[in-house]
Nanobody, 114 residues
Framework: QVQLVESGGGLVQPGGSLRLSCAAS????????MGWYRQAPGKQRELVAS??????NYADSVKGRFTISRDNAKNTVSLQMNSLKPEDTAVYYC?????????WGQGTQVTVSS
């Protein structure tokens, strides 16, 4: 059974940094692309970063501030978030990319506020 467990969120001031982690199990992690997605209140879930075949891609809104990485030996994917802005406030999820699994994890809340 696919399991995705996100962690590392919290409350941070504008300009601050956070590092999110995701532990994946139940599927052949190393052969799939992975992504970080987020959902802000009242908005649809959106893809913010992906890593697939050694390539990384970012949404324009986070480019230059966020960095996605993965460790296939540990079945983990991480998201380093720097220069955080209030508009980055959302619940962040990891999932397969480009086709997410139907069962999402619980996500981790990121709140950027002074």
């Amino acid at each position: 059974q696919v399991q995705l467990v996100e962690s590392g969120g919290g409350l941070v001031q504008p300009g601050g940094s956070l590092r999110l982690s995701c532990a994946a199990s139940g599927f052949s992690f190393s052969i799939y692309g992975m992504g970080w997605y987020r959902q802000a209140p009242g908005k649809q879930r959106e893809l913010v970063a992906s890593i697939s075949g050694g390539r990384t891609n970012y949404a324009d809104s986070v480019k230059g501030r966020f960095t996605i990485s993965r460790d296939n030996a540990k079945n983990t994917v991480s998201l380093q978030m720097n220069s955080l802005k209030p508009e980055d406030t959302a619940v962040y999820y990891c999932n397969r990319f480009p086709i997410p699994y139907k069962n999402w994890g619980q996500g981790t809340q990121v709140t950027v506020s002074s």
